[in-house]
Nanobody, 115 residues
């Protein structure tokens, strides 16, 4: 199993970024995928999750209405569109898949929201 995130960077408050997570080594279309984030000195927290078919999603309250998770099963990729970014969104963002009770994580991508 391999998960590779990309798309992070430095953005001003109010700006947007789209993160991508390219997956391989498992049957992507049959598993829920999720995005987590970890800010300095804080625990890793769930940001959003999308079920295998893509029609069911859930979000942390802190990002509802601003972030959108989506997936392209043909490309084995999950996305996180982040709009109206705030300084408190600054964190390393990870994608995760749970397969047979084992978690697999990507290496993470840094998102910094600052003026």
């Amino acid at each position: 199993v391999q998960l590779v995130e990309s798309g992070g960077g430095l953005v001003q408050p109010g700006g947007s970024l789209r993160l991508s997570c390219a997956a391989s080594g498992f049957t992507f279309s049959t598993y829920a995928m999720s995005w987590y984030r970890q800010a300095p000195g804080k625990e890793r927290e769930l940001v959003a999750i999308i079920r295998s078919g893509g029609s069911s999603t859930n979000y942390a309250d802190s990002v509802k209405g601003r972030f959108t998770i989506s997936r392209d099963n043909a490309k084995n990729t999950v996305y996180l569109q982040m709009n109206s970014l705030k300084p408190e969104d600054t964190a390393v963002y990870y994608c995760r898949v749970l397969i047979v009770l084992r978690s697999y994580w990507g290496q993470g991508t840094q998102v910094t929201v600052s003026s």
